[in-house]
């Protein structure tokens, strides 16, 4: 059975409809005809209604709350490390890694000289100085200064062994001139 106000289903036998409360007309159902199938209907869903706004309500603003900080912690100061610049912002060119390279090739071209070979070893001692100095500022040797030490080193070495060579080959001739003018003045003379 359907209610005749809001048209929900009604069991068989109810007074009222469960939906509106309408009391339920029973009708008659002649004995002889036979009884058809009820069909049932499913009921609309009922979607639950928002809640009714007032649209021109002020909105309530509540006050921000004061952010809780913490009391502040006091320190014994501490004594900070002088600043060292890192070794890696060099540029060789404004250090002296170009003077150890002069002095490196210099003493190198002095050495290989003869008669000058003494000169390399001076100039091959300031090369080897100068990079340690540039090893003293820098840290380490690289570039130029590099270079430098190692054409100082190879200078001042063939430096010792020429000059020493240069030394002997005086030593020899003074010795070899004065005994041959002796023997050549002592036979004149006699």
């Known amino acids: 059975?359907?209610?005749?106000?809001?048209?929900?289903?009604?069991?068989?036998g109810a007074k009222f409809c469960p939906n509106c409360g309408q009391p339920v007309e029973?009708?008659?159902?002649?004995?002889?005809?036979?009884a058809a199938a009820?069909?049932?209907?499913?009921?609309?869903?009922?979607?639950?209604?928002?809640?009714?706004?007032?649209?021109?309500?002020?909105?309530q603003y509540q006050q921000p709350e004061a952010p809780q900080y913490a009391p502040q912690q006091y320190q014994?100061?501490?004594?900070?490390?002088?600043?060292?610049?890192?070794?890696?912002?060099?540029?060789?060119s404004a250090s002296n890694a170009t003077s150890t390279l002069v002095f490196g090739i210099l003493g190198l071209a002095f050495a290989?000289?003869?008669?000058?070979?003494?000169?390399?070893?001076?100039?091959?001692?300031?090369?080897?100085?100068?990079?340690?100095?540039?090893?003293?500022?820098?840290g380490q040797l690289f570039g130029k200064a590099k270079v430098g030490k190692i054409l100082g080193l190879i200078?001042?070495?063939?430096?010792i062994v020429l000059t020493v060579i240069l030394i002997i080959v005086i030593i020899v001739a003074i010795v070899a001139a004065t005994s041959y003018t002796r023997y050549s003045i002592w036979?004149?003379?006699f």
Do not use: H, R, W
């Open 112 to 138: 290989c000289t003869f008669y000058l070979s003494f000169l390399g070893i001076i100039f091959g001692a300031i090369a080897l100085a100068k990079a340690k100095t540039f090893t003293a500022n820098y």
């Open 187 to 189: 036979d004149e003379l």
């Open 38 to 59: 009820p069909v049932e209907i499913p009921a609309a869903p009922e979607y639950p209604q928002p809640p009714v706004q007032d649209v021109y309500a002020q909105p």
């Open 26 to 34: 029973q009708a008659e159902i002649p004995a002889a005809a036979p």
């Open 155 to 159: 200078g001042l070495i063939l430096g």
């Open 1 to 12: 059975m359907f209610c005749s106000k809001c048209g929900s289903v009604i069991e068989d």
């Open 76 to 92: 014994q100061p501490y004594q900070a490390q002088p600043y060292t610049p890192a070794p890696t912002a060099v540029d060789p």
